[in-house]
């Protein structure tokens, strides 16, 4: 079940995207991050650890058995490299970026449980790009990655005809049932 609210209009961005989803978890309340506010370091960590914690945990490639934290491999030298000089700045160059969308989803104890990052696809004209994508394990299968494609897709759809994603091979079905050409 979703609900959606448009609070306000952002200068080209078209609208602040908020919404709540009724899981079998609980509720998840789900915004849009405002380009125009800075987001603090602990915020900034917590968002940047949520995406490489759970692209480790959801690929099989040698590479992300170095970042989970669980692994008797785990590398934390790899894993705080790769959150620095990819995940973070990745997420500052969005925040800046007004034609970007950060959204988050938070569960009843304020911890974030999925969150999305778009920005315009710089190889192709009028093409939107998912930079970042995840769930929380516990919380798949409540079609949250599917709404918040759906409401980002939704928000931009006068500014892009066309919507571009890298996925893992172990993610490949589930854009592939969404209407993504693999």
Request: proline share 2%; glycine share 2%; charged share 25%.
């Amino acid at each position: 079940q979703i609900s959606r609210m448009r609070n306000r209009v952002l200068d080209k961005h078209t609208y602040m995207i908020s919404f709540k989803l009724n899981t079998s978890k609980g509720c998840v309340s789900c915004c849009e991050i405002d380009y125009l506010k800075s987001i603090d370091s602990k915020n900034l960590k917590q968002l940047g650890e949520f995406f490489l914690d759970n692209f480790a945990a959801s690929s099989s490639h040698p590479f992300w058995k170095l970042c989970q934290k669980k692994n008797k491999i785990f590398n934390k030298h790899v894993y705080n490299d790769y959150l620095r000089n990819d995940i973070y700045k990745k997420i500052k160059n969005n925040l800046i970026n007004p034609d970007s969308t950060i959204m988050i989803g938070k569960n009843n104890k304020n911890e974030i449980v999925a969150a999305i990052v778009t920005t315009p696809f710089e190889h192709k004209e009028n093409s939107l790009y998912i930079d970042m994508l995840a769930v929380s394990k516990k919380y798949r299968g409540n079609h949250i990655a599917e709404k918040f494609i759906e409401e980002v897709c939704k928000a931009s759809m006068q500014e892009y005809q066309e919507t571009f994603l890298v996925s893992y091979k172990e993610a490949d079905a589930f854009y592939k049932k969404l209407g993504f050409d693999i």
